[in-house]
C-alpha cells in the first residue's frame, strides 16, 4: 500500500511513545493518546499503530479515529480479513464514514472482491471523496481498471470536478451557472492529490504539490517543492464554519507568510481566494494575492497567482499553473487553454 496515497485521518504529532507496554499502566504515565498513533504513523511504524490503537479501543471501544486508524494499520500490514472489519465499523462513524468507505473499497480490491470494492468506492464518492487523480494513482485499485464499472466510476465524479463544462457557460438571463466552490465544506476537495505540476505558458515542470486531507478530512496540507528544490512551501486549509468560506496560511521558505479567504461574491469556478502577504525583509510592504485554483477537464487542475500593490485596483499574474496527477504524461498542445 502507498501510504502516500492512501487517505488518512491525521492528528497533529507532540508526544512520542518510549516504552512497550501500556503507558498508564506505569505509575506517572497516561493513557495513549492519537497523538501518540499519529507520531507511529510518522515512523511507517505500523505494528505500533496497530497496538497503540487496540489500547486505546479497550478504554473506549467508540473512538472514531482509534478505530479508522487500526484499520489503516492492519490494512497497510496486510492483514485484509481484519483491516476490512475495522473499515466496516469506521464508516459507521459520520466524521470518518467517507474516507473509511474509500479505504474499504481498496481492501475490497486487493482482496478480489470487485463488486464489494465498486459499491464502496460509490459510497465514497457520493459522500464527497472525489478526487479522480487519487483513484487513478492509487496501486491498490489496479485490479478495477479494466472492469467496465471503472469509467462509470470515474465519470460519477465529473459534475463534483467540472461545476459547470465551460468555465463561461451561463443560464438564459447571461448569469453564470455555477457557485464558486469556496463556500462550501466540499470545495476545495478536488485540489487533494499528489501532482506534477507545468507552467501554463511554456508547458516546462515548475514543480511538484501534494495536498492531503488531515484531521478528519477538515484540513487540507499542502508541501510544495520547485523544480531544482529552489523554493518551498506549505499551506493549512481549512473551510471556516462560521465566515462559510475556505481560508489557507501559506509559509514560503523565504520566511513569507499570506493568509488567504475565498472571496464569496466571485463567480469564478473553482475557489479564488484573497489575502495579503508579509515579507520578513520589509515588513511595511504587504501586497494583495489573488490565487484562484480551479478543476479543468481530464482531472487536471489550474492554479494562477496574481498580485497587487496599489490594493487590489490593478493586478500582475505571478505564475500559472497547470496541476497534472503524478507521473502522467502532459503536452501543452493538447490543453485547450
Given amino acids: 500500500m502507498n501510504a502516500l496515497n492512501r487517505m488518512l485521518i491525521a ?5 512520542s511513545l518510549c516504552m512497550a507496554v501500556p503507558a498508564y499502566g ?4 497516561t493513557a495513549p493518546t492519537m497523538n501518540d498513533v499519529n507520531q507511529a504513523l510518522q515512523q511507517n511504524d505500523f505494528a505500533e499503530m496497530e497496538r497503540l490503537c487496540r489500547e486505546i479501543l479497550e478504554e473506549n471501544a467508540e473512538h472514531a479515529q482509534a ?44 482482496k478480489g472482491n470487485s463488486d464489494q470494492a465498486f459499491k464502496a468506492l460509490e459510497k465514497a464518492v457520493e459522500l464527497g471523496v472525489t478526487n479522480a487523480a487519487q483513484y487513478r494513482g492509487d496501486s491498490d485499485l489496479e485490479s478495477l481498471r479494466t472492469d467496465q464499472r471503472w469509467k462509470g466510476l470515474l465519470d460519477s465524479m465529473q459534475p463534483n470536478l467540472t461545476a459547470s463544462s465551460s468555465a463561461d457557460a451561463k443560464d438564459s438571463k447571461g448569469a453564470s451557472k455555477h457557485k464558486a466552490s469556496g463556500v462550501t465544506p466540499e470545495g476545495l ?26 484531521v478528519n478530512g477538515l484540513v487540507i496540507h499542502e508541501e510544495w517543492e520547485s523544480t531544482g528544490g529552489s523554493y518551498m512551501g506549505e499551506s493549512w486549509n481549512f473551510f471556516d464554519p462560521i465566515k462559510k468560506a475556505w481560508k489557507q496560511t501559506w509559509v514560503g521558505s523565504g520566511g513569507g507568510v499570506t493568509q488567504f479567504v475565498a472571496d464569496k461574491k466571485t463567480d469564478a ?31 487536471m487542475v489550474r492554479q494562477t497567482g496574481s498580485s497587487s500593490t496599489d490594493d487590489g485596483v490593478t493586478w500582475t499574474v505571478k505564475y500559472d499553473l497547470i496541476y497534472v496527477p503524478k507521473g502522467e504524461a502532459f503536452e501543452l498542445e493538447d490543453l485547450s487553454i
Avoid at 492528528?11 to 508526544?15: Q, S
Avoid at 506505569?26 to 504515565?29: F, I, K, M, S
Fill in 26 to 29: 506505569v505509575e506517572g504515565l
Fill in 269 to 299: 469556478e473553482g475557489v479564488m481566494f484573497v489575502g495579503k502577504a508579509f515579507n520578513p525583509t520589509n515588513v511595511d510592504e504587504r501586497p494583495m494575492h489573488k490565487m484562484h485554483v480551479r478543476p479543468i477537464h481530464g482531472g
Fill in 189 to 214: 476537495h478536488f485540489w487533494v492529490g499528489e501532482w506534477d505540476c507545468y507552467n501554463a505558458k511554456d508547458g516546462k515542470r515548475a514543480g511538484t504539490n501534494t495536498l492531503s486531507f488531515r
Fill in 11 to 15: 492528528v497533529p504529532v507532540c508526544l
Fill in 67 to 110: 478505530v479508522f486508524m487500526l484499520g489503516y494499520a492492519l490494512h497497510a500490514q496486510g492483514e485484509l480479513d481484519e483491516a476490512v472489519l475495522y473499515h466496516i465499523r469506521a464508516t459507521s462513524f459520520p466524521a470518518t464514514a467517507p474516507i473509511a468507505y474509500y479505504n474499504l473499497g481498496c481492501a475490497q480490491a486487493l
